[in-house]
């Protein structure tokens, strides 16, 4: 199964995705999570990405799309069925996984956005205590998301079904809710 999580900063991706990949025994694929790794062990990804992550911003498209064809070239992960997290954030990122979805020979995608409103997100994102969750570059992030990955999420309404989930409430019943919509596709 290979399943693309979309929605704005805060909505608990992040969460829900970690939840799926256990009950589904797919990999989970946060490309956040994979850059705070490439900060903390001071890789050249890291030391490359660091600032634009504190800032807010997004690391530039080319890293974005070498670090996901790297990381979805490894067998064992298409095998296996993955759940992407973060990723793709820009409308030439959608382009580009589009491809390499056509060189992995993966034909089923099944694409799950999950919405809450605004004052929802901007109180998430400053409990959550994420050294890049300051007042300044929450708003920052949310606006990025607005002009660059709105785009990315109508992009999938206009070319493939797309599934939208209510994020608010009980993690576990939007869990469910997810597990539903993927089960009866
Ligand atoms: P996240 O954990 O998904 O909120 O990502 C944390 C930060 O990592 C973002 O604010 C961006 O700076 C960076 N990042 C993660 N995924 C991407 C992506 N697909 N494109 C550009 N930057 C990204």
Known sequence: MHIILLGPPGVGKGTQAKLLAQKLGVVHLSTGEILRKAVEDATQLGLQARNIIESGSLVPDDIMIGLIKEVLSQNNITGKGFILDGFPRTLQQALALEELFKELNI?????????????????RMLNRGRKDDTSETVKHRLRIFKDLTAPVTDYYRKKHKIFDIFGVGDIEEINSGILKILSKK
Do not use: F, G, H, R
Request: no cysteine.
């Open 107 to 123: 034909t089923s995608v099944t694409v799950v956005n999950i919405v809450a409103n605004e004052e929802e997100l901007v109180k």
